[in-house]
């Protein structure tokens, strides 16, 4: 039954497992990649390979345990930040029959994982422990970017899994005593999705221009008749990359969506303890 629920997304999963070992196995007929890291299986797709399960692995890790984490901390922050005034409820909701909106719920995180790699990769003290010396700086972005994938995305599924708590424990909030005698409407909206519109925005719009500044330095490597084979692979491989990340962490949202009874009581027990335990059965009961 489970896995029947489940079987798209394995599948998409496994296919994109399998196209990795794919490009590998053409790799090695084809290619001799020199090593660029500093710790390294000697064979570059390899080496890809295995940052790109790392994905899966640590995100998976990083979407359950920090969610326990963040869920909690996002309720007290929202309830001290803006939370004086307002109403707050329960809106008790059964998991849905089918896993729905896996790709929606992992194509931001994907993002953040790309921010988050873009903000560091700069930092020399890790580019020494990272890539071998020596190397064009353009390709310094790209293996250094590319090998922090898997530990920003421990954090940045981490960040969102929060807001996936609050979301499916039903916490909402409404501004209905804020403005009893306000002309401005009554709004009705889920804490999990305040925390998501923010992260949506800050992991959108930062990775467009750092990832538009990536694929224009391609061009250098376009021009390298030494590297030109790396160059076009990248070129035509990272305008795909978030939706491939996205892809590569699909484990996460299972992991997620097996224990979904257990962090919504998780999650309604800290809101009782905060006051929160009026269930609101007419969500648009707001006068």
């Known amino acids: 039954m489970e896995f029947k629920r489940y079987r798209k997304w394995i599948l998409l999963y496994l296919s994109v497992i399998i196209l990795l070992i794919m490009i590998i196995i053409i790799e090695m007929i084809l290619f001799d990649f020199p090593a660029f890291y500093m710790i390294t299986t000697n064979d570059l797709m390899l ?61 931001f995180p994907s993002l953040m994982v790309m921010n988050f790699s873009f903000l560091l990769h700069n930092n020399p003290l890790l580019i020494d422990i990272i890539v071998i010396p020596n190397l064009s700086d353009q390709l310094t972005r790209i293996f250094v970017i590319t090998w922090l994938f898997p530990w920003a995305s421990i954090f940045a599924l981490g960040l969102f899994s929060g807001a996936y708590f609050l979301n499916d424990s039903g916490i909402i909030y409404s501004n209905k005593n804020k403005v009893r005698e306000d002309p401005r409407p009554i709004e009705l909206r889920s804490v999990g999705n305040w925390y998501i519109q923010f992260l949506k925005g800050y992991a959108g719009i930062a990775v467009l221009l750092n990832l538009y500044e990536l694929i224009s330095g391609f061009i250098y490597l376009l021009g390298d008749p030494s590297i030109l084979i790396a160059g076009i692979i990248f070129f035509i491989f990272w305008p795909f990359m978030p939706f491939f990340i996205a892809s590569l962490m699909i484990p996460a949202v299972i992991a997620l969506d097996l224990t979904f009874e257990k962090r919504k009581i998780y999650m309604l027990k800290y809101a009782e303890k905060k006051g929160i335990i009026e269930m609101i059965n007419d969500p648009l009961d707001l006068n």
């Open 47 to 107: 080496d890809f390979l295995i940052i790109f399960i790392l994905i899966s692995i640590f995100s998976t890790l990083g979407g359950m345990f920090l969610g326990y984490l963040f869920g909690p901390l996002y309720l007290w922050f929202h309830k001290k930040l803006i939370g004086r005034k307002m109403l707050y409820g329960i809106r008790i909701k059964p998991n849905s029959e089918k896993l729905k909106g896996v790709f929606i719920k992992l194509f």
